[in-house]
């Protein structure tokens, strides 16, 4: 699937004074809009998977940093995405959920909540005018829901099955930037991985930022990229994905 970067992410970070490479305390807060084309699958409990066609849409990711100066204590950072895609399929075969068959050569909706916090910890491995580079771990907290809505069986029309699901998936952590003296611009990349057995998670994005305030009290940045995020869940509480939500 080809995916285009057209839009941009707006940051902003609020620094505490002097939150540089030598930084007391620095507070860093920001909102990215991402535009994400989706795709993927999802089942529950042992039941075939079903592809559905899932609608393009703009998300909003909030989050928030505290980086200090204590040693051996991690900094930590907290983001919110929202993430609930909806969609839709011809089904070509029939399809269980949730106890409920949904019947083949009919049309199902979905709504599935993705919406997810995740909890960095993370050190400042290099940190400098020119080069910052970050290393931690992360895990994501889910605790969302998947409707599906169709025809079942026993001649239900319109029949909607809803299953709720919870839990953390820990990921390792990175974070790198680049400057370009003088000019308040560089580039930057930060994602969590994950790949155990048959779960695979990624998300990361990368792009350019350019910092137009920069003082003792306040930095102010803006910035434009591309996000790319995977989740292959094997049986998290019952629900096993494969759906892939990325661009700009």
Same mark, same amino acid.
């Given at each position: 699937m080809k995916k285009y970067c057209l839009a941009a992410a707006l940051s902003l970070a609020c620094?505490?004074?002097?939150a540089h490479a030598d930084t007391l305390l620095g507070l860093y807060v920001g909102v990215d809009g991402w535009k994400s084309?989706?795709?993927?699958?999802?089942?529950?409990?042992?039941?075939?998977?079903?592809?559905f066609n899932f609608e393009d849409e703009t998300f909003v990711s909030y989050?928030?940093?505290?980086?200090?100066p204590v040693p051996l204590v991690p900094n930590i950072k907290l983001r919110y995405t929202e993430l609930e895609l909806t969609g839709s399929t011809r089904l070509d075969q029939n399809f269980s959920f949730n106890g409920k068959?949904?019947? =083949?050569? *009919?049309?199902?909706? #979905?709504?599935?909540?993705?919406?997810?916090?995740?909890?960095t910890l993370?050190?400042?491995? $290099?940190d400098n005018d020119l080069i910052s580079i970050d290393l931690?771990?992360?895990?994501?907290?889910?605790?969302?829901?998947?409707?599906?809505?169709?025809?079942?069986?026993?001649?239900?029309?319109?029949? =909607?099955? *809803?299953?709720?699901? #919870?839990?953390?998936?820990?990921?390792?952590?990175?974070?790198?930037?680049?400057?370009?003296? $003088?000019?308040?611009?560089?580039?930057?990349?930060e994602g969590s991985f994950l790949a155990i057995d048959d779960s695979k998670l990624h998300d990361y994005q990368m792009g350019i930022a350019w910092e137009f305030i920069d003082n003792l009290a306040i930095d102010v940045a803006v910035k434009a990229g591309y996000r790319s995020m995977v989740i292959e869940l094997d049986d998290v509480d019952d629900i096993t994905t494969d759906i892939d939500a990325s661009g700009p």
């Open positions: 620094l505490a004074p002097a084309d989706n795709e993927g699958s999802f089942s529950y409990q042992d039941n075939a998977a079903q592809n989050y928030a940093a505290l980086e200090h068959d949904y019947v =083949t050569q *009919t049309n199902i909706n #979905s709504v599935s909540d993705f919406n997810h916090i995740d909890y993370y050190y400042e491995i $290099f931690g771990v992360n895990a994501k907290q889910f605790d969302g829901a998947v409707t599906v809505t169709g025809t079942t069986l026993q001649g239900d029309v319109n029949h =909607t099955e *809803t299953v709720e699901f #919870s839990g953390f998936v820990p990921l390792a952590y990175g974070r790198a930037e680049a400057g370009l003296p $003088f000019t308040g611009l560089s580039v930057f990349f």
